[in-house]
């Protein structure tokens, strides 16, 4: 069998980006040579070609030949097009990210007090780091991610994931959450669970494919066994209005129980002796320990809560929780003249009451009592001004982002902030009517 000539494909290196009349003189030919690892293109495709060396069969005795092969590389592997030209490189360099270096020159400090700007700004002199962070700006210096990471500095990004931010009571709780955490020189990524509990693990997920520097949570599953696994893979988790009981989690929360209890007591005191308790079809933990409070408060009153406290429930559409709180006038309306008085999940519920028992000529307070549970911004502006169980909504968000800025701590012990809730009393109660 006659021996195989090694076949040479070749063209000529890439060296500029030529004109049209020097295109049609220098078509590359066969028999031009082109080194290892040089590019050339193809003028007819506009496709870049690599030459690389690669090894093919010759003879039977094993014996191989070099030859260099035409494929497709880089910008044009990749985008299947030509490579930039040489003034666009040069362009896109001009305009290429400052570093570190460069803040640090024009900040007159060394690159680890930079670093530490950027990373632990709390150590760092306030004068030298309003220096550096001005630096910053006049240099156009952007951190990037992903080089943050790779250098083990902690990501700014911190997740925040509560019920519903459609809800004003999470607005300002976030609130809080923010203004700390952006003077740390974090971003809070708001998310909403809807009260969904495969959509809360779904979140967990994706935070945790980002590296956050932390997620603070309000969950719906009382169970914490995914929480703990978070935590264990060192993403630390803040727990809001979760009773911890002895968890290995940190936890900011508001007394609930307490909270109930000021509800019913306050009820009870105005003679109110049938009381519904309006929730959602799925109990978060803060509602559920309403619930518990309000019990409390009627065994304490040597009531029999099965018989005094009567469960409403209301489906759960978090975005529409007003006009599902209406509509549960209905079954309301449909237990009286017993019920008098009327304890809501929260005060977004109450303003769907108070709209669904106007809109049935039913007469607040005279007719019924009703207490919200929150102390929104709007619960003093209502007709009548709700009485509520204030919760110190902004003050729980900060406490939230302090205890995730101290785990960052060698010496940080897993701990909770409790809050007391008071009672805001309006005109939206009044003593019990007198049945004839």
């Keep these: 069998m006659a021996r195989p000539t090694p076949t040479r494909?070749?063209?000529?290196?890439?060296?500029?980006?030529?004109?049209?009349s020097e295109r049609s003189q220098s078509r590359p030919t066969a028999s031009q040579s082109v080194p290892v690892g040089h590019v050339a293109v193809n003028r007819r495709t506009s496709t870049a070609l690599c030459a690389c060396r690669s090894l093919v069969a010759s003879d039977k005795k094993g014996s191989l030949a070099a030859t260099r092969v035409l494929r497709p590389c880089g910008f044009?592997?990749?985008y299947g097009g030509p490579e930039p030209r040489e003034d666009e490189v040069a362009h896109r360099e001009g305009l290429r990210r400052s570093g570190m270096r460069e803040v640090a020159q024009a900040a007159g400090v060394s690159v680890s007090t930079v670093a530490n700007v950027l990373s632990r700004p709390s150590i760092v002199a306030p004068q030298t780091r309003h220096r550096v962070e001005?630096?910053?700006?006049?240099?156009g210096y952007v951190p990037h991610g992903p080089a943050r990471q790779l250098r083990g500095l902690p990501s700014p990004i911190v997740g925040s994931i509560t019920l519903d931010l459609a809800n004003p009571f999470y607005a300002e709780l976030n609130r809080g959450i923010e203004d700390v955490l952006s003077e740390a020189g974090c971003l809070v990524l708001a998310c909403s669970t809807d009260l969904r509990p495969a959509k809360e693990r779904q979140l967990l997920g994706l935070l945790q494919e980002q590296a956050v520097r932390g997620i603070i949570i309000s969950p719906i599953d009382p169970d914490p066994t995914a929480l703990l696994q978070v935590s264990r893979r060192g993403t630390p988790v803040?727990?809001?209005d979760h009773a911890r009981r002895h968890l290995d989690l940190c936890t900011a929360a508001v007394d609930d129980v307490a909270g109930g209890e000021l509800a019913a007591e306050h009820l009870l005191s105005l003679g109110?002796?049938?009381?519904?308790?309006?929730?959602?079809a799925i109990d978060p933990?803060?509602?559920?320990?309403?619930?518990?409070?309000?019990?409390?408060?009627?065994?304490?009153?040597g009531l029999d809560p099965a018989h005094a406290l009567v469960d409403i429930r209301m489906s759960d559409h978090p975005r529409s929780s007003v006009a599902v709180a209406a509509q549960a006038v209905e079954q309301i309306l449909a237990t009286r003249p017993a019920l008098t008085a009327?304890?809501?999940?929260?005060?977004?519920?109450?303003?769907?009451v108070l709209q669904g028992l106007n809109a049935a000529d039913v007469r607040v307070p005279d007719d019924i009592s009703v207490v919200g549970y929150d102390d929104l911004h709007f619960a003093a502006r209502l007709s009548?001004?709700?009485?509520?169980v204030h919760q110190p909504k902004y003050r729980l968000g900060r406490a939230a982002a302090e205890l995730l800025l101290d785990e960052a701590h060698p010496d940080h012990t897993h701990r909770e902030t409790h809050f007391r809730p008071t009672l805001r009393v309006r005109a939206s109660t009044a003593p019990a009517p007198r049945r004839s």
């Design 9 to 20: 494909r070749l063209l000529q290196p890439l060296g500029g980006i030529r004109g049209h």
């Design 76 to 78: 044009a592997a990749k």
């Design 134 to 139: 001005q630096a910053m700006v006049a240099v």
């Design 238 to 240: 803040i727990l809001i």
């Design 272 to 280: 109110h002796r049938r009381i519904a308790f309006l929730a959602g």
């Design 285 to 301: 933990g803060p509602v559920a320990r309403r619930r518990e409070g309000a019990q409390r408060a009627l065994i304490a009153a």
């Design 342 to 352: 009327i304890i809501c999940l929260n005060d977004t519920a109450a303003l769907g």
């Design 384 to 388: 009548p001004a709700l009485t509520t």
